[in-house]
């Protein structure tokens, strides 16, 4: 055996027994970082609420018509439901039942307070001009007109065969029997409905926009028979200001009937 190969294998030992204390230490270390509870950084998320997805006005509006019944739907009404000033609007016009029925459409320019209505049959239209005080009325083209004061008996919407446009004040002036929030269709309409009946027992029912605070449909029954109906066919909301109003409220002969003052009426 040669003396000098000892130092070697020494040296060889050595360096073998550190690399297993290294090996080992590191194991260690890995199995105590692996205990250890892993930190992350958690971003705070915003709380989420079922009334931060539908805007508050909208949720009112939503909750207060789905809530209407004969008993608020007058309040909710005056509440909640403003009309323009400035409006077309064309309305289809049913009268009397069975064989005896007649059918006209109405046409109106409202520039509030100033109103024109044309109400046209088979057989002729009718005109009407209006600024709340006084009438004047003539058929077809011709030039000749008469001239209607107006007052609490007689106003402008009987002359056109249409319900009154304050019709909140004639559905107060009877007992309410139904009324609650309906959505039509064809087109799609959020109405109020409202139900009631004269001291003859007659029933008039009232279909109001929700969007406009204009009638959309109203009828008449007799002992269960309609007698009279509207539905609307047409509505533009306009400017006060807008064109479609020019030439709008002259007499057949051009005269101007109204003054300056009526013409740019204050809301």
């Known amino acids: 055996m040669n003396p000098k190969r000892f130092p070697l294998r020494r040296g060889w030992v050595a360096a073998i027994a550190a690399l297993v204390i290294v090996a080992v230490m ?11 509870p892993q930190e992350s950084i958690v ?19 939503e909750i207060g018509f789905a809530q209407i019944t004969k008993d608020n ?13 400035a409006y077309h609007q064309s309305y289809s016009v049913t009268v009397g039942a069975d064989e005896s029925q007649a059918q006209r459409s109405v046409e109106l320019w409202v ?25 004047y ?39 309410i029997t139904d009324g609650g ?37 109203a009828d008449v029954l007799e002992h269960s028979t309609q007698v009279y109906a509207i539905r609307q066919t047409y509505l533009e909301l306009l400017a006060q200001e807008d064109e479609t109003f020019s030439g709008r409220f002259l007499l057949p002969d051009g005269t101007q009937p109204f003054s300056e003052e009526t013409q740019t009426p204050q809301p």
């Open 26 to 36: 590191v194991v260690v270390f890995a199995l105590s970082e692996s205990r250890k």
């Open 43 to 61: 971003l705070p998320q915003e709380p989420v609420s079922d009334s931060q997805s539908i805007p508050e006005q909208e949720q009112e509006e």
């Open 73 to 85: 739907v007058l309040s909710v009404l005056q509440k909640t439901v403003s009309k323009p000033m």
């Open 111 to 135: 520039n509030w307070p100033l109103i024109r209505g044309e109400v046209s049959d088979d057989a002729r239209t009718k005109t009407v001009l209006s600024d709340g005080e006084t009438a």
């Open 137 to 175: 009325l003539w058929y077809n083209s011709d030039l000749n007109y008469i001239t209607i004061p107006l007052d609490s008996a007689m106003d402008i919407w009987d002359l056109l065969g249409l319900p009154s446009y304050d019709y909140l004040e004639t559905m107060s002036a009877y007992p």
């Open 181 to 217: 929030y309906l959505v039509l269709e064809d087109p799609k309409v959020q109405s109020a409905y409202v139900c009631c009946q004269d001291e003859l027992g007659n029933t008039w029912r009232y279909w109001v926009n929700l969007d406009n605070g204009l009638l959309y449909m």
